[in-house]
């Protein structure tokens, strides 16, 4: 399999097993191989799970931030053919959620992941 940056849909695709809806990276940017990682996730305004706060605009529920965050870092284990194997990684943990930080319709999310020893 060909990885070369930036990773689209397709190849995204090709790496995870997660399909529409569920899949949400759109694109990876950056990759540092068991050591970091960027992915972008663009926000429509005809996503599903918008949900309106309290001043009335729609805002990505953070549950579905921290998804996109574990699908990145998905993706960074899994970019390893030797790591496409069982056993399988397991997220273990997440530092930020992104609770404070909201994404609306037109925005572009960026997830950032980190292996940690």
């Known amino acids: 399999m060909d990885l070369t940056l930036p990773f689209d849909y397709a190849t995204i695709e090709r790496i995870l097993p997660h399909r529409y809806p569920f899949l949400l990276v759109d694109r990876i940017t950056e990759l540092e191989v068991d050591k970091r990682i960027v992915g972008i996730k663009n926000v429509s305004l005809n996503e599903r799970y918008l949900s309106p706060v ?3 605009s729609p ?5 579905i ?3 996109a965050v574990a699908q990145v870092g998905a993706i960074m284990i ?7 194997q069982p056993p399988h990684s397991s997220m273990n943990g997440v530092d ?5 930080v909201e994404s609306g319709p037109c ?3 960026c ?3 980190r292996r940690s020893s």
């Open 54 to 56: 309290a001043n009335g």
């Open 78 to 84: 899994l970019a390893k053919p030797e790591n496409r």
């Open 107 to 109: 925005d572009t999310s």
């Open 111 to 113: 997830a950032c992941a």
């Open 96 to 100: 930020s959620d992104g609770r404070g």
């Open 65 to 67: 931030l921290t998804e």
């Open 59 to 63: 805002v990505l529920p953070p549950t």
